[in-house]
């Protein structure tokens, strides 16, 4: 568990979002794209999931990307190459089906474009013509765009404020795609408002679509419930029975309700650990 690399891939005065590389040949021999890892940075640390981006199984290394948002991601940040982590458990959640849908697009916003990296690599692998929206608020908040170039066959890029691609939202691309041509496929990860919204265009055109879902998660293996979410009148736990869901069936509302139930003390929490880290 011990950290092999670490890069920043964007530091401004809003969002910090760090690439690790971990030792863990056991995790990097088994995990499958859109499962995730629970890792704990110390004993007394809360357990953190995260996306399982990419493996090296001759190297025995799993790759996070992680957004520095709260105590333990801050803290995780602050931590060097040679550090070892508490503990990291993995792979968990259900995979990614990947097969040939045909025509795919896949949908990425702010850390979620991490997330949807994996994926964009096997389903173009699977045969699929891949098509990948990013979307940032500004140009130099945009991560991985190279790396999912090279994974589509077609990339566009929305940027809130029109410092790169076109100025607006992801969804404002995923509308002009859908009108112009069939898909069989929208794949969606980001914050809610982004999935929620992208999901509600997709149903217009009757297309399924999955997302990757971000709900608070306290234990990570189906033993605490705060991860439930509302899926087509049936409460389920995203640990196990996702992460990724039909976007259709989410309850949105529900899911965004419950993740703002710790928002002031995880940016209380994240404040003192960035003062512990300067220390």
């Not at 950290?3 to 530091?11: G, N, V």
């Not at 098509?131 to 929305?158: F, P």
């Not at 965004?256 to 512990?276: D, I, S």
Request: with cysteine; hydrophobic share 40%; net charge neutral.
């Amino acid at each position: 568990m011990k950290i092999l690399s670490k890069r920043t891939l964007l530091d401004s005065p809003v969002s910090k979002i760090v690439e690790m590389k971990i030792l863990s040949p056991d995790i990097a021999a088994k995990a499958r794209p859109g499962e995730f890892v629970v890792l704990m940075v110390s004993e007394q640390g809360e357990r953190v999931p995260l996306t399982v981006v990419d493996t090296d199984q001759s190297q025995g290394s799993v790759t996070i990307i992680f957004q520095q948002a709260g105590f333990s991601t801050t803290l995780l940040g602050s931590m060097n190459i040679g550090d070892s982590l508490y503990a990291f458990v993995g792979p968990l959640g259900h995979p990614t089906e990947i097969k040939k849908y045909g025509k795919v697009i896949l949908v990425g916003g702010g850390v979620g474009i991490a997330e949807i990296y994996p994926v964009a690599r096997a389903m173009k692998e699977a045969g699929n013509h891949v098509t990948t929206i990013l979307g940032a608020r500004t140009k130099d908040m945009l991560i991985l765009e190279q790396e999912l170039r090279s994974a589509s066959h077609e990339l566009h890029v929305a940027t809130d404020d029109g410092s790169y691609g076109r100025k607006g939202f992801t969804v404002d691309i995923l509308r002009d795609l859908l009108v112009k041509s069939p898909y069989d496929l929208v794949y969606s990860v980001g914050p809610i408002p982004m999935m929620k919204f992208t999901a509600l265009t997709t149903r217009e055109f009757s297309v399924k679509t999955l997302v990757s879902l971000n709900a608070i998660m306290i234990d990570g293996t189906g033993m605490c419930g705060g991860c439930r979410v509302t899926v087509g009148n049936e409460a389920k736990f995203t640990c196990v029975d996702g992460p990724e869901f039909d976007a259709h069936q989410v309850d949105w509302a529900g899911l965004e309700k419950r993740n703002k139930v710790y928002a002031q003390k995880e940016q209380h929490a994240c404040r003192l650990a960035a003062e512990m880290a300067k220390k």
